[in-house]
């Protein structure tokens, strides 16, 4: 693009970086500048040139055009990561939405200064007679410590100074001492923290069943075996693995990576959920020693530095994590894996709201680098693109272990109501638990809830006790304290309603500490774990529960949504999927898609090894066809169910769809702002006639959060690229505004394809 001033940032790698500095471009780089472009500007007093990256290209000169320096001139050497990213952010920021600095940030995390891991070493000089001799004189003249030291090191000619200073209490001035007479020489070495070594080395019994290599199957030899073929036939297809629960997707995901380590690539693991890191770095570790690394957000700020580092000089080769590992600088890139593609937590919740997996594949296409996507339960999109053929489709239809699907039991618990049990547990449920623990066999209990998390209401007048910052309910925690989830306000739970004064005001309770009571209250002897977001806090609460269980140490594991996502239990035999449809009528388009993935994610833990497993599903819906087709793992016929439905309502992947929150700390001002933005976008896409559909302005499902109220314009279109073309617009039009002070406290944010509701 063409334009007389471009908008640079200097010192990418500073951590202070917040704003951009605006320079001339000569007229002879007019045709040939665009966003992303690196550059050598003169910056400060001394107008030393400077390396910096164009962000932005405009008409309009922010300060007097006089004063403004020029581009010294831009530069022509090879593309370094670094300038890949620095494209990379620019894409985000017109793909997704969002300030510059903010997709910067996102892709190049600020540079900490981060004191490197030294090692200190202390090595004996002197020969083994002269250490002998100098260490009877240190006795003689009753220098005790330096005899301790000499004594060791007889023993043994280098040892580790935190043992000499440690274990034989002696202080750094002995050591240094020593080493100005000459018996010994404290070296120092620099060494990156390697967070995988501690994982590696815990005792789980996974260990030595994942250190086991398996044969792959024929239909994991063909998937293998076509996907490189294309490899290397310079084909760079993104492929979609659709596997069925328990069919060995992660051994073709280990064969794909050994046969891209072994054309000197690297390759970059993507996982849901942190809790299955522990277990994915061991079956990794196994294959590719101390060349797998992990990176998130539970490593420390000198753990995530190193491994950047470690990466950059190509001493790893498999990085493992949730969506932030997607940037981890591998020079040469040559694979990225997303497992459990369908989950929503691919999907960035802060700005830029990109998506991991559109994200992955413009970064492969920048590296000559392919992705690999698996799921059991594929989102509709990448399913429907696989349909279209703009991914390749591969099928695991057999379990790797053998043996089948479980056998699912749906129950009704309003039949369960009328026959009079009241009980959380149904009468099979409560049966099949009780034949498990005489077995010896584990049970997986699953719940879509946290904690004590429940509303408290009135029964007698209604009143539900909301947030004074926030339009949500607030749940009742067992310290007897009432909590907001959005902002964290808290107060004292409350014994008689403050509307009516009634007593009868008491918490609709359906947590997960509630049913570890109830287990322990009907199963006296039974060992329980409970694994969610209040017990998993601290850093390596995940992998202490986890391999708990491997190990044997419970009979049953009670959870939310992280117990059901990937994970590998052998001896679990029984999954209880308790109130089944709390995901299934939220104010969602995807409610009915993620009750599907969830349940099937859920019912594929049992029977892993061979050993035959049941699944209790149990709903008050259980016509309803997410649970219908969840019960007999037909995903086909739920695809095409679902599909008839989005298709008709024009939601992706049918059309695309771009989320606009409009924000203000006035409810007026904010509401009259959502109207214009939607008149706008009305007459502009009227007069261009492409199909564009505005739904709104309306308050958002939360229309307060922090005082702070929200607003929500929908828009449709078949085509994603017109939705960029608004957003493109409506970021113009909000900037001059801004600049003309028209706007004070309200901002504007754009999700396209959103994953949740607003």
């Not at 990213?85 to 620019?90: D, G, K, N, P, S």
Request: aromatic share 8%; net charge neutral.
């Amino acid at each position: 693009m063409e334009g007389k001033y471009a908008n640079i940032i200097i010192d990418i790698s500073h951590e202070k970086v917040d704003r951009p500095f605006q320079y001339v471009i000569p007229p002879e780089l007019r045709s040939g500048l665009e966003v992303g472009t690196c550059v050598a500007v003169p910056f400060g007093a001394g107008n030393h040139l400077r390396k910096g990256y164009v962000i932005e290209i405009t008409d309009r000169a922010e300060f007097a055009p006089e004063k403004l320096k020029s581009i010294a001139y831009a530069e022509e050497k090879d593309v370094t990561a670094q300038d890949n990213y620095i494209r990379l952010a620019a894409w985000m920021k017109e793909q997704y939405g969002s300030t510059m600095i903010a997709a910067l940030k996102t892709v190049l995390p600020a540079k900490q200064k981060i004191k490197k891991v030294e090692k200190k070493v202390c090595e004996l000089l002197l020969t083994k007679e002269n250490a002998k001799a100098f260490l009877e004189e240190c006795r003689a003249k009753k220098q005790v410590a330096k005899a301790r030291v000499l004594d060791e090191l007889i023993k043994e000619s280098e040892i580790p100074v935190p043992i000499l200073t440690g274990k034989l209490h002696v202080s750094m001035k002995t050591l240094e001492s020593l080493e100005k007479q000459g018996a010994l020489r404290i070296t120092i070495e620099s060494s990156y923290r390697n967070p995988v070594e501690f994982m590696a080395n815990k005792e789980d019994v996974r260990n030595e069943s994942y250190g086991t290599k398996k044969e792959l199957s024929e239909e994991q030899r063909f998937v293998c075996g076509d996907i490189m073929s294309s490899y290397d036939a310079g084909i760079r297809t993104t492929c979609l693995i659709h596997g069925i629960t328990g069919s060995g997707k992660t051994e073709v995901y280990l064969k794909l990576i050994e046969e891209i380590v072994r054309r000197g690539k690297q390759a970059i693991v993507l996982i849901p959920e942190i809790a299955l890191t522990y277990q994915t770095v061991l079956r990794f570790y196994k294959c590719f020693g101390s060349r797998v690394s992990v990176m998130n957000s539970t490593l420390s700020k000198g753990e995530k530095y190193d491994q950047c580092e470690r990466a950059k000089k190509k001493e790893i080769d498999v990085i493992i994590g949730p969506r932030s590992a997607l940037f981890t600088p591998f020079p040469d890139l040559g694979l990225i894996i997303i497992d459990e593609e369908h989950e929503s937590t691919y999907k960035s919740e802060v700005m830029p709201k990109y998506h991991a997996r559109e994200t992955a594949i413009k970064i492969a296409s920048m590296h000559g680098a392919f992705v690999v996507l698996g799921s059991a339960t594929p989102s509709l999109e990448s399913y429907n693109r696989a349909k279209k053929g703009e991914y390749k489709l591969y099928e695991l239809k057999k379990r790797q272990a053998g043996g089948e699907l479980p056998t699912v039991y749906t129950v009704d618990l309003r039949e369960e109501l009328k026959g009079g049990n009241r009980s959380i547990f149904s009468r099979r449920l409560h049966g099949l638990i009780g034949g498990r623990l005489e077995a010896g066999e584990q049970t997986i209990l699953f719940l879509n809830r946290r904690g004590y998390a429940g509303f408290i209401s009135c029964r007698a007048c209604g009143h539900v006790m909301k947030c004074p910052h926030c339009d949500v309910s607030l749940s009742e925690h067992r310290n007897g304290k009432l909590v907001c989830h959005y902002c964290g306000h808290e107060e004292p739970s409350v014994k008689l309603c403050p509307s009516c004064g009634s007593k009868y005001i008491l918490g609709f309770r359906a947590g997960t500490q509630q049913i570890e009571e109830v287990l322990h209250r009907e199963f006296p002897a039974a060992r329980v774990l409970r694994m969610d977001a209040d017990t998993t806090r601290t850093k390596d609460s995940y992998e202490e529960i986890l391999s708990g269980f491997a190990n044997g140490e419970a009979d049953i594991l009670v959870g939310t949504q992280m117990i059901v996502k990937g994970h590998d239990f052998p001896d679990v035999t029984l999954v209880g999927i308790l109130a089944a449809d709390l995901s299934l009528h939220v104010n969602d388009y995807r409610a009915g898609e993620r009750t599907f993935q969830l349940l099937t994610q859920a019912a594929g833990r049992a029977g892993r090894s061979g050993k035959p497993g049941e699944v209790v599903i149990q709903t008050y819906d259980p016509e309803h066809y997410s649970i219908v087709h969840a019960a007999s793992q037909d995903y086909q016929s739920f695809y095409e169910e679902e599909m008839f439905y989005r298709d008709i309502l024009h939601y992706p992947p049918a059309s695309h769809m771009m989320a606009v929150l409009i924000a203000s700390s006035g409810e007026e001002t904010g509401l009259e702002l959502a109207k214009v933005i939607g008149e706008l976008v009305r007459e502009k896409r009227k007069a261009a006639d492409d199909g564009t559909n505005v739904i709104g302005p309306a308050p958002a499902s939360v229309g307060r959060v922090n005082d702070i109220y929200r607003y929500m314009l929908y828009i449709k279109n078949a085509e994603y690229y017109k939705l960029v073309e608004i957003k493109n617009m409506l970021e113009t039009y909000i900037g001059e505004r801004k600049k003309r002070e028209e706007l004070k406290t309200e901002t504007v944010q754009f999700d396209f394809d959103p994953m949740s509701s607003y």
